[in-house]
């Protein structure tokens, strides 16, 4: 433990820490998707398709705004999300026919602390547990940590939401803990938990999402062979031993 001379603790040096960029670029590239900063000429329509599909509108419900019944006011709405740079909107783009089905951010971007948030992720019932939703976060999350050197990546939600818990805990955000009444969306109570992933958390993530990736972990139907939890697990026994 780190003490100053009063014999007080004190957090450890950070070497060689330069403030990270703020996010600038226009495309993120997978194998499977790639992210466009978004654009409503080119992804309000393909959104509102694709976010139709949502027939009871659940894909709505922990989010401040929607639903969106004409496609008028959700063009609207993407028009005034592009313009914002936090938070900073992407489509994400199904390569094989280069529709967009679903958005997330990057918010709270704060370069002094070294920390930024993903949110606003909105993804239609067609990319709901796919192997695009997951790779968009990949991509979303290699770019903060390698591209622009990030210490924190934090990931909040409705503590009553429990698909985006459940989302946050496979994709290898550490749960830290509840915040109460942190605000009040649609004329309702939120409470926010909170997750994160550290720069130092990152090279375990980062094997594992390109294992899990990788073409030889899916059958000829589509299906996983090993779960990206498990290829987590497998990588942290494997660097302790």
């Given amino acids: 433990m780190c003490k100053n001379s009063l014999g007080q603790p004190i957090g450890p040096i950070v070497p060689n820490w330069a403030e990270p960029r703020h996010p600038d670029v226009k495309t993120l590239a997978g194998q499977y998707c790639k992210l466009e900063k978004l654009n409503p000429q080119y992804h309000a329509k393909d959104l509102?398709?694709?976010?139709s599909q949502s027939n009871e509108d659940e894909i709505w419900t922990y989010?401040?705004?929607g639903p969106f019944p004409q496609i008028e006011s959700y063009q609207k709405w993407v028009e005034e999300m592009s313009e914002q740079t936090d938070p900073l909107f992407y489509a994400v783009i199904d390569k094989r026919t280069q529709k967009?089905?679903?958005v997330a951010s990057y918010l709270r971007i704060t370069p002094a602390a070294g920390s930024i948030e993903v949110g606003h992720i909105n993804f239609s019932p067609a990319l709901q547990r796919t192997v695009i939703a997951t790779e968009a976060m990949y991509?979303?999350?290699r770019h903060v940590f390698v591209d622009l050197g990030y210490r924190r990546y934090e990931w909040k939600c409705n503590a009553l939401n429990e698909g985006s818990k459940s989302a946050a805990k496979r994709l290898g955000f550490t749960y830290e803990g509840t915040f109460r009444q942190t605000g009040i969306v649609k004329g309702r109570n939120r409470d926010t938990a909170w997750f994160s992933i550290l720069d130092t958390e990152w090279p375990v993530?980062?094997?594992a999402f390109s294992r899990w990736l990788d073409k030889s972990n899916f059958t000829s139907d589509g299906s996983q062979i090993t779960s990206l939890s498990d290829f987590t697990?497998?990588?942290r026994q494997e660097l302790v031993a």
């Fill in 48 to 51: 509102f398709v694709a976010n």
């Fill in 63 to 65: 989010l401040p705004y």
């Fill in 100 to 102: 967009a089905l679903g």
């Fill in 139 to 141: 991509l979303m999350m």
């Fill in 205 to 207: 993530m980062e094997l």
């Fill in 233 to 235: 697990q497998k990588i």
